[in-house]
């Protein structure tokens, strides 16, 4: 029985059992692994597994599982698992699923791996590591191939279907010199092909000399109101909590900090952040959204002014707003209009952030955190790397004091960021 036709039993079997509406999402996937450990290849694999999850709901009650088989037994009490939950749990009328849509099939990326190749680019990295970076160990890491084929339909005739690939590397390392070791860092990118050597990719030069610098790192003991530059390996880290207020859990709660300002400017006019999960620019596709709907591209925050919000369906019938057009996938900052090496010397005092180790930031949008890997600018110089520093501020403030943002953007293959300056940000050390 092929995917699509357990996926129509089910509906028909919900249907059967007196639920209102149904969706099923089946999702296939391979994954071919080929890792490093400490420096060396040390093991590859290929793992398939199957993911299934149901969702019924009845007088506004809904039920969800999942299960990772699709044999008519499993199916079968997966089936019963759910409708009981439908029929045990509270009325909700923002339960819902998708509207009737034309069926459509997907299909974009890499559709069979190159296993040769996969080993050929990560043995040249290794031994290019061991060779240029003598102080650098390579913790873990690899390159991996990844193929799913995703369907969801529902019981209003929605019937989608997508097949995508693509290649990741990631690589994990730290530095060491006699006694003192730097703090690890990583990098990852998700690639459409494997034509550029992995010490190519995203800033990963950059990254090794800075771990070999790091093995120096100094304690901080000044405490300043100065400049970060935030460089595009610890963008997400920054922008994601900024973006989690146009989701539906703020939204829902009354906690959002963009609530009531859709149209309205909530940053500075250099900052335009862009959701694109059908672009072509991207390793990675998202075609559909879990509830149901084609995903679109477009502007989440553009010029400073604030685009569109990112509720699911059930966000936007609980708020009676309207729904995203996008999941949120492949997330870019569009570039600005000067270089690193400029925004660097236009810097009076700050530090050059690369990682940033910290809780979630309160209701308020106040955060705070640890700078890892991280250096110390002064009148327009990088002068060390340095630890136990603070970094602390405020989301809104912080999107709102752009300072400059450079022309590099480095892509990430679901991701493209550039460094960014942001002024007002409170530095200590111990």
Known sequence: MTNREIADKCIAEFKAKGMDKSKVMINDSEVRE????????????????????????????????????????????????TVSLAESSNPEPANDISEFQPAEEFCDGVMEADNDKMYFRLNEFLNHVKTAYPMTQLREGGVSYHKSTLI???????????????????????????????????????????????IEAVNLKLLLEHSKDEVNARAFDQKFEGDIIITPDCMGSMIGPVLGHLQDYAYITGTSLFKGKLGQKVADEKLTIRSSPVSDDFA???FFSGDGYKNENLSLIENGVLRSNMLTLFGAKKTGMERSKTNGACLSIDGGNIELDEMIKNTKKGILLSRFSGGHPNDNGDFSGIAKNSYYIEDGEIK??????????????????IVEISKEVTDFGYTKYPWMKVSGITISGK
Not at 179 to 197: C, D, G, Q
């Open 34 to 81: 080929l890792y490093f450990n400490n420096g060396d290849i040390s093991m590859l694999r290929t793992t398939f597994n199957t993911s299934v999850q149901l969702t019924a709901i009845k007088d506004d009650k809904k039920g969800a599982t999942s299960t990772n088989k699709t044999d008519d037994e499993s199916v079968a009490k997966a089936i019963k698992d």
């Open 152 to 198: 969801l339909k529902n019981s209003n005739g929605v019937d989608y279907a997508a097949t995508g690939g693509y290649y990741q590397f990631m690589a994990m390392f730290s530095s060491k010199e006699g006694e003192k070791t730097s703090s690890f860092n990583y990098t990852y990118k998700l690639l459409k092909e494997l034509e550029e050597p992995f």
């Open 284 to 286: 990675y596709k998202s």
């Open 384 to 401: 060390y790397p340095v630890k136990e520093i603070m970094v602390t501020g405020n989301l809104i403030t912080m999107i709102n004091s």
